[in-house]
């Protein structure tokens, strides 16, 4: 059995600065974690040639794949981060100053009732994502190699929801913590699960 690495980039400088969305790079903190990762994964899949190295269009998980040599990579937009829309590139503290409305949507009406259905102004839902992932999930079940997936906080809970069968209506919930390997292994007898918590 081959088994599917998720992981999201290491720190970034936005999620230092608490934004949500945006493209930037990664912190000391994140550079630290892309090489515990590569030698994660150097050890892992060394034997396996045909494996591979599944980012995003973003530069922190392009960067967080930058130490890993010797597999082939890969970007993937349709692993890029939710859509934050208006709000993308801010913080909650910024959303409430400038845009009350929103703040009242995105941090206390409807994105808490429903999650799940809630779509930014000019950006995605959670179901918005599950569906973009689609190709995504297709392709990773016909791979015959292992592949890490380096991606984002919303997109992995869609991900790892679709492997460990977890109900819809949990996804946007899921725990996703930084700097944790979650390796998924298909076997006869279903999903096996395991994780590494590289460092804090
Ligand atoms: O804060 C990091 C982040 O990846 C944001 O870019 C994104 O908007 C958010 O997490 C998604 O998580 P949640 O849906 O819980 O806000």
Not at 42 to 64: N, V, Y
Not at 92 to 115: F, G, Q, T
Not at 194 to 199: F, G, I, Q, T, V
Request: hydrophobic share 35%.
């Amino acid at each position: 059995p081959r088994p599917i690495l998720l992981t999201r980039h290491g720190e970034s400088q936005d999620n230092v600065r608490g934004r949500i969305g945006g493209d930037t790079a990664i912190s000391e903190r994140g550079e630290l974690y892309s090489k515990k990762l590569a030698n994660f994964v150097g050890k892992r899949l060394k034997s396996d040639r045909a494996a591979s190295i599944w980012t995003s269009t973003l530069q922190r998980t392009i960067l967080t794949a930058t130490p890993i040599v010797g597999f082939p990579k890969i970007q993937w937009r349709a692993l890029d981060e939710i859509n934050a829309g208006v709000c993308d590139g801010m913080t909650y503290e910024e959303i409430k100053k400038n845009m009350p409305e929103e703040y009242e949507y995105v941090a206390n009406l409807s994105r808490k009732k429903d999650k799940l259905r809630y779509r930014y102004p000019r950006g995605e839902s959670y179901l918005d994502v599950i569906q973009r992932l689609e190709p995504v999930i297709i392709e990773l079940e016909r791979q015959r190699a292992p592949v890490v997936v380096i991606s984002h906080q919303a997109v992995l809970r869609a991900l790892y929801a679709y492997f460990a069968d977890r109900p819809l209506k949990e996804v946007p919930h899921i725990e996703m913590p930084l700097h944790t390997i979650i390796e998924i292994q298909m076997g006869v007898t279903g999903v096996q699960e395991k994780r590494y918590k590289l460092m804090d």
